[in-house]
């Protein structure tokens, strides 16, 4: 991997970082059920696009620790744990395969 693809991924975590925080300040579109309207998605969704989707994915379930870290996650056990947050947040990174 280069040293100019790692500083991509940590510019896109740090933008993920970003709004996934303004996103938790300002709630933009709550549901009455939880989750809201994820601004994090769209430097997800870049990545993808810009690093491929091996990268991509990378880039996504490293951003589920970055969520841990600046907003909220809520998992009941380890099952809902990986397919709310790591099998959702990789898939992102697959989206440089459709067109």
């Known amino acids: ?3 100019k693809d790692l500083v991509y991924m940590a510019f896109y975590l740090a933008l993920f ?12 579109f ?30 996504g379930v490293l951003s589920v620790v970055i969520q841990y870290m600046v907003g909220e996650l809520y998992f009941i056990d380890f099952f809902s744990f990986f397919l709310e947050y790591i099998v959702a947040f990789g898939i992102y990174g697959v989206a440089s395969l459709f067109p």
């Open 17 to 28: 970082a970003v709004f996934d925080y303004i996103a938790n300040v300002v709630p933009l």
């Open 30 to 59: 709550k549901m009455p059920n939880g989750g809201s309207l994820g601004l994090g998605v769209v430097p997800l969704l870049i990545a993808s696009y810009h690093l491929g989707y091996k990268k991509g994915i990378l880039v």
């Open 1 to 3: 991997m280069k040293t």
